[in-house]
């Protein structure tokens, strides 16, 4: 066993697309950075999620919109191509090979080192490597932590006995089971269900609530609750398993209320947990396996010095991926601020402390049909105490919707904060209505007053009509 020392100004733990922007920006900054990262540079987006999701994903919801439109729904009536769906899956996750991810990051001049990183104290990062060898390195200035989450699965008596899918195995699977079970309701247990019946499973979805999507608006759920039923899945709410085993080669499912259900494969979908239970967290006075709380700038709260970063998912503030580069962007050239004692309200990207993974965070669920929102719910609003003012819009009513079929299903809610006159929340559900959340994200982001929302003139005919349609409701 080899053992060497390395001194730079920022070392990044987690090579996905956080730290590659944590590392990006610091190196910007002039900043000497490297990157400690144990699986493929690009992390789980790249290779376990977004991507490859999203590739299962697209054919059913282009299945799904062209079936209702006159002239193609004949055309786009019979079974999806799998093997071509999966091939492009592959191809969209780079074969799980991570050369292209490398390129990049020798194009911005920063180093990488594969292996297992844990802190050994402050500014200290020891690297375990594939070859057992030993990389001892120091920080002058900064380290980020940025090694995401992993599945948290709950304790099922039963459960090492059936190697179940979490979502990687969802994401990256090479053929169709014949039977899925889908244990949650989330972003990761609707989209799954989504993807794998369409592409021929028989999936029954175990819910432990009253309905799918809980953190959103009641009507996305229900909407994508019909399209999941319209599409074949079994759902059942309040529903939760006691036990599992795995015999001749399936899954048998015991529910608490005593009845049995059989699968070929299991799909656990209950939630995340930091990886944070083997980086040396101890070594600094923090507890392994923790979230790490951080402050707007993204510095650990309760290490001294000042030194420490956590960015993205594993500080619990936003966990979707975007989210995470936004912080990333705002990390990265704060670290090279604070380097060069500069103030850090003349870092760049036009931000010093992070604003939008408290207010304005956008997400899109991708399934038939779609769910797209940003900022608060009117659950959560009633919660902020604001005076809240909620309009509703019939989506099918837009002239645009006309355009994706006759029998257009859809909703938009806007909320409104009275006493400030600017719109806080916004939820669409409905074909199509991906592609409307960043219009609703500059509104709540940018506090844009309704008066001048009233100018922003939207196209005809399409989904975007939906604000002038929301305004005109709101005004009576």
């Known amino acids: ?4 020392t390395r001194t730079y100004d920022v070392i990044v733990i987690g090579g996905g697309p956080v730290g590659e922007n944590v590392a990006e920006r610091a190196r910007a900054a002039g900043l000497s950075t490297v990157i400690v ?47 071509a769906v999966l091939a492009h899956r592959d191809k969209m996750s780079s074969y799980w090979k991570d050369e292209d991810q490398v390129d990049w990051l020798n194009s911005v001049s920063v180093d990488l080192i594969r292996g297992h ?49 979490t979502s990687r195995e969802a994401t990256s699977a090479d ?17 799954m269900a989504t993807a794998w019946q369409a592409l021929g ?19 996305a759920g229900e909407l994508v609750t019909d399209g999941l039923r319209e599409a074949g899945v079994d759902i059942r709410f309040d529903t939760s398993v006691a036990s599992l085993a795995r ?53 650990v709260t309760g290490v001294d010095g000042g030194w420490l970063y956590a960015v993205g998912d594993v500080n619990r503030r936003a966990l979707m991926t975007h989210q995470g580069k936004y912080q990333a962007r705002i990390a990265g050239a704060v670290i090279g601020a604070r380097a060069k004692k500069e103030p850090i309200d003349d870092a760049p990207w036009g931000a010093h402390v992070a604003t939008a993974d408290h207010a ?25 105490g604001r005076r809240i003012e909620v309009v509703d819009y019939d989506l099918a009513q837009v002239a645009g919707a006309h355009q994706y079929g ?13 006493d400030r006159n600017t719109v806080v929340g916004v939820t669409f559900a409905g074909p199509g209505v991906g592609e409307l959340v960043h219009s609703a994200t500059i509104a709540v982001a940018g506090e844009v007053p309704l008066d001048r929302l009233w100018h922003a003139v939207p196209a005809f005919p399409t989904l975007g009509e939906v604000w002038l349609r929301l305004l005109e409701t709101h005004r009576g």
């Open 1 to 4: 066993m080899n053992e060497t």
């Open 360 to 384: 304005a965070v956008p997400q899109v669920v991708f399934t038939t049909p779609e769910v797209a929102s940003v900022g608060l719910t009117s659950r959560e609003a009633e919660q902020s």
């Open 117 to 165: 990183g844990r802190l050994t104290g402050p500014k200290q990062v020891a690297v375990q490597t594939p070859e057992g060898d030993t990389v001892a390195l120091t920080a002058r200035h900064a380290v980020a932590v940025s090694t995401g989450t992993r599945a948290a699965l709950p304790p099922i008596p039963g459960l090492d006995t059936v190697r179940p899918w």
């Open 37 to 83: 990262e144990r699986e493929l540079l690009g992390g789980e987006c790249s290779f376990w999620a977004c991507d490859p999701s999203k590739a299962l994903l697209r054919p059913v919801v282009a299945r799904a919109d062209a079936s209702r439109i006159p002239g193609l729904d004949p055309a786009v009536a019979g079974p999806l191509d799998v093997e």
């Open 175 to 191: 053929k169709v089971p014949g039977r899925l079970a889908v244990v949650g309701g989330g972003v990761v247990a609707v989209e």
């Open 247 to 299: 015999e001749d080669g399936e899954v048998r499912i015991t529910l608490a209320d005593g009845g049995e259900l059989a699968a070929d494969e299991i799909l656990l979908a209950t939630g995340r947990a930091p990886q944070t239970h083997d980086v040396g967290l101890q070594t600094v006075g923090l507890t392994p396996g923790d979230w790490l709380s951080v402050d707007d700038t993204f510095r």
């Open 406 to 418: 006759e029998d257009y299903r859809g909703r938009a809610r806007m909320l409104i904060d009275t």
């Open 201 to 219: 499973s028989q999936v029954t979805m175990l819910v432990l609530d009253n309905g799918l999507l809980e953190r959103m608006e009641p009507f």
